[in-house]
Every structure is written in structure tokens, then in C-alpha cells.
């Protein structure tokens, strides 16, 4: 079974703090995803990486950034956290082929205070 | 045009009863239709996805119905259950940068016992 693992799965921080989310993912994908959930909003992709130290911008990365350096683990950055970057954080990873089937982790939930 | 708008944002159904979520596009690009269902607590994991070259498909109680000249996409659920109550959300692939999905804002299912 495919198994993505989420560092944590409550956070609180401080408006301003650094934020380091890490995702481990163990099936050798080569993609990684990381999303924000908001009621009534949905998934929104923040950035994808595609490749090790690869990375590409996804719909809504703006006061985000992310590293990948091993192909198993992708991070997700909050360089001053924000109240509004409080919400539901998911890490997804999938292989290249036809099968586009996104594996989840079980999420993140931050609180930015 | 990268939109993938869902509805309804709730949905309550009787046990044994039909539920019914839509979900439409714009981009006629797209080619890859997959339906994820998400427990409390739980990251989304994939139902049932379908290929536009396709109006139907069937994996047990569940059914994809897809209409490309109206660019829009339904689950259907039969004889639902309890343990069906979760949240759903449909989602399309976009053909640039292939390994994206483009996710609606999700349902919110209830099946009352």
C-alpha cells in the first residue's frame, strides 16, 4: 500500500513564524503535490514538483515555498506565517503514466494565531 | 477556464436512496475525470475516474455519467448507506502539465440511517 505520512496533524503557530510541513511519501513517486483545503473552496494546488529539486508553481503559491532534495520527501514552507494561511494542508504524490491517481496524506491542520 | 465548478456544496439523502453530485467544466482540454471521497480525519482517496471517450462508468453502487458536448460529469451513488457520508470531490486533469488535477469545491454527503 502506498503510504504518505504528514509530519504533523495539528500545528499552531505564531503570525510571523517560519512553518516547515514535511510529507514523506515511501512508493518511490516521482510527483508530490502540495494543496490547501478551505470549506467551499475545495482543493487548491499551491505547488508541484515533478522531479528532485524540481518544483513548479501551482495555483495559489504566493507567501509559499517548498523543497524537495530526496525524491521521498517534499517540504512546504511558510516563510512568516499569516492568519490567513490557516487551514487544512495535504500532501499528495503520484507516479508519471497513465495512471494519474493521487495519493493523499491525512493532513495537516494549521492554526496561524 | 481552468474552473471545475461542483454542486451541491451539501447534500442529505435518505438510506437506501439515490445521491446525485454534478459537476461541470470549461476547458475542453481536459481528459481525465476522477471522483475522491474523504473520510473525517482522512486525506481524499480516489472512487472512480473516467475518460471523456466514454458516457458511462460503473464500479458497483457507484457511476461516473459524462456529457462531453455539455462539458459536465456526475457521480451517482445507488442504494446509499451510511458508511457512504463523506465528503466528495470530482476533479479534472489538465492536459498541460499533465500531472495536475483541477479540483471542485466539494460535497458534503449525509445518508440519514
Known amino acids: 500500500d502506498v503510504k504518505v505520512t504528514q509530519s504533523s496533524r495539528y500545528l499552531v503557530k505564531r503570525t510571523g513564524e517560519k512553518v516547515f510541513l514535511e510529507c514523506v511519501q515511501d512508493m518511490d513517486h516521482e510527483n508530490m503535490f502540495w494543496y490547501r483545503q478551505d470549506p467551499g473552496l475545495g482543493l487548491r494546488l499551491i505547488y508541484f514538483?515533478?522531479?528532485?529539486?524540481?518544483?513548479e508553481k501551482g495555483d495559489i503559491p504566493e507567501g509559499y515555498s517548498v523543497s524537495r532534495e530526496k525524491k521521498e520527501r517534499f517540504s512546504l514552507i511558510l516563510e512568516s506565517a499569516s492568519t490567513n494561511q490557516t487551514s487544512m494542508y495535504l500532501c499528495?504524490?503520484?507516479?508519471?503514466?497513465?495512471?494519474?491517481?493521487?495519493?493523499f496524506g491525512p493532513g495537516t491542520r494549521l492554526t496561524v494565531t | 477556464q481552468q474552473q471545475v465548478k461542483q454542486s451541491p456544496q451539501s447534500l442529505i439523502v435518505q438510506k437506501g436512496g439515490i445521491s446525485i453530485i454534478n459537476c461541470a467544466y470549461e476547458n475542453t482540454a481536459f481528459d481525465y475525470f476522477p471522483w475522491y471521497q474523504q473520510f473525517p480525519g482522512k486525506g481524499p482517496a480516489l472512487l472512480i475516474a473516467i475518460r471523456p471517450d466514454v458516457s458511462e462508468k460503473k464500479e458497483g453502487r457507484f457511476t461516473i455519467s459524462f456529457n462531453k458536448s455539455a462539458k459536465q460529469f456526475s457521480l451517482h451513488i445507488m442504494d446509499s448507506q451510511p458508511g457512504d457520508s463523506a465528503t466528495y470531490f470530482c476533479a479534472a486533469r489538465k492536459v498541460q502539465g499533465a500531472q495536475k488535477l483541477v479540483f471542485g469545491q466539494g460535497t458534503r454527503l449525509t445518508i440519514n440511517p
Open positions: 514538483s515533478y522531479d528532485v529539486k524540481m518544483k
Open positions: 499528495a504524490s503520484s507516479i508519471t503514466g497513465p495512471n494519474y491517481e493521487q495519493y
